[in-house]
């Protein structure tokens, strides 16, 4: 089968939100609601096991009060959150990590395919896309964000919910992803999958990575692959992409 689709990650892997935005959103809402937590770097990249913004507040919140946290205070706390992660987005704070635009406009001219597939809400995907790439918005012919599945990464339904959409073959396309959780969802779908490490997933032990096509450090010129075939061009192309399949 012929190489169709790209389908995108959002959080670490299209730019640093996790430590540049999602973080920082947090610590802004819990300190509008009075709250003392503060998830500084180290501690943010701990709760990053748990997936989903929402269930990282309760998670939190009940190891913090020794008992579950009402849903509706959860779900007042994570909007306060994403309307302070949109804010953030608008000052400026964060952008596209090396490589990603190149990849996407080159995907785009060749005719290929591409999907954005997030457990991120659909605001905070869309607020990063309209200030970080809103002229490559046409690129993408489907959407699947965190609100659109019931199992949110390492669990595969996003990605199939995406492949279904696309009537596309697994063996037609490719999944970009930064982090392990990311990579055993897509592995899960039956997607070829190369981890562009972010500060977070850097951290985490090679051997979580070992099912991937390649581990590189980051997409654009000066990339280094850590796990798979050597790049020849110096940064990710459709060419390397389609060697891996």
Sequence with gaps: ??????????????????RDGHRRAFNRAFRQAGL?????????????????????????????EGQPPDPQRVAALHASKQRHYADLV????LALRPGVRQLIEAAAAAGLRQAIVTTSGRGAVDALAKQLFADLLGAFDVWVCGGDVARKKPHPEAYRLALELLELD?????????????????????????????????????DRFAGA??????LGDGAEVLQGPPCQDGRITLSYLELLR
């Design 170 to 206: 697994p063996r037609e396309a490719c999944a970009i992803e930064d982090s392990s959780a990311g990579l055993s969802a897509a592995l899960g779908a039956g997607l070829p999958c190369v981890v562009s490490l972010s500060h977070y997933s850097a951290q985490e032990p090679g």
């Design 36 to 64: 003392s937590a503060h998830w500084d770097v180290d501690r943010y990249g701990d709760l990053l096991a748990i997936t989903g913004g929402a269930e990282r507040i309760g998670a939190y919140l009940t190891s913090e």
């Design 213 to 218: 096509a390649a581990v590189v450090d980051q």
């Design 90 to 93: 608008a000052e400026g704070e």
């Design 1 to 18: 089968m012929g190489f169709a689709a790209l389908l995108w990650d959002v959080d670490g892997t299209l730019a640093e939100t996790e």
